[in-house]
T-cell receptor
Framework: DAGVIQSPRHEVTEMGQEVTLRCKPI?????LFWYRQTMMRGLELLIY????????DSGMPEDRFSAKMPNASFSTLKIQPSEPRDSAVYFC?????????????FGPGTRLTVT | AQSVAQPEDQVNVAEGNPLTVKCTYS??????LFWYVQYPNRGLQFLLK??????LVKGSYGFEAEFNKSQTSFHLKKPSALVSDSALYFC??????????????FGRGTQLTVWP
């Protein structure tokens, strides 16, 4: 089992540029979550999907952030335009089902640096 | 509202000594409770969970956690700490009867350092 796959692992970009982060969940999992981790704010849930449908995007910071899940095996998180305060580690996680006692499995993360 | 509190930002213990990482939670109903560990430059890794039944839950790497409903706590424990246990530990909760369809509420994390 390959686990949750994220790409790229590291991204350095300049302020104003578009950034796209990618995630492949574990096969057979029907829930997908995007998190952001910073020293100041800890681990924040940005958005999550159930059966490819966004369920709760209340954690998305602002309109510059958008997420899609076109199919069960792929999701993207896009930031346009990026700002230095977006610098963080972004994690994707998946679980077999939403809710219940199912644990989430995390990817290795994408470390984003916006200069 | 659902929430988790990890009252200690840091826990330091000597190798071979028992360790405890504290967690208290708040849910409107009954909880599912989870512990995760994060090693440097890695994603969170699932350790153990409480669903129902026995209040003492055993997990990976010799860790266990004790559910205490009256104190709304779920402390993580290990009888004998290893230097390799040094990492960031997260507690998380989900309301069994909630309608959040999957959302886990995480604490801020506790940095465990085990010194030789």
């Amino acid at each position: 089992d390959a686990g949750v796959i994220q790409s790229p692992r590291h991204e350095v970009t300049e302020m104003g540029q578009e950034v796209t982060l990618r995630c492949k969940p574990i096969s057979g999992h029907n829930s997908l979550f995007w998190y952001r981790q910073t020293m100041m704010r800890g681990l924040e849930l940005l958005i999550y999907f159930n059966n490819n449908v966004p369920i709760d995007d209340s954690g998305m910071p602002e309109d510059r952030f958008s997420a899609k899940m076109p199919n069960a095996s792929f999701s993207t998180l896009k930031i346009q335009p990026s700002e230095p305060r977006d610098s963080a580690v972004y994690f994707c996680a998946s679980s077999l089902k939403g809710g219940g006692a199912y644990e989430q499995y995390f990817g290795p993360g994408t470390r984003l640096t916006v200069t | 509202a659902q929430s988790v509190a990890q009252p200690e930002d840091q826990v330091n213990v000597a190798e071979g000594n028992p360790l405890t990482v504290k967690c208290t939670y708040s849910v409107s109903g009954n909880p599912y409770l989870f512990w995760y560990v994060q090693y440097p430059n890695r994603g969170l890794q699932f350790l153990l969970k409480y669903i129902t039944g026995d209040n003492l839950v055993k997990g990976s790497y010799g860790f266990e956690a004790e559910f205490n409903k009256s104190q709304t706590s779920f402390h993580l424990k290990k009888p004998s700490a290893l230097v390799s246990d040094s990492a960031l530990y997260f507690c998380a909760v989900r309301d069994k009867e909630g309608s959040t369809l999957g959302r886990l509420y995480f604490g801020r994390g506790t940095q465990l350092t085990v010194w030789p």
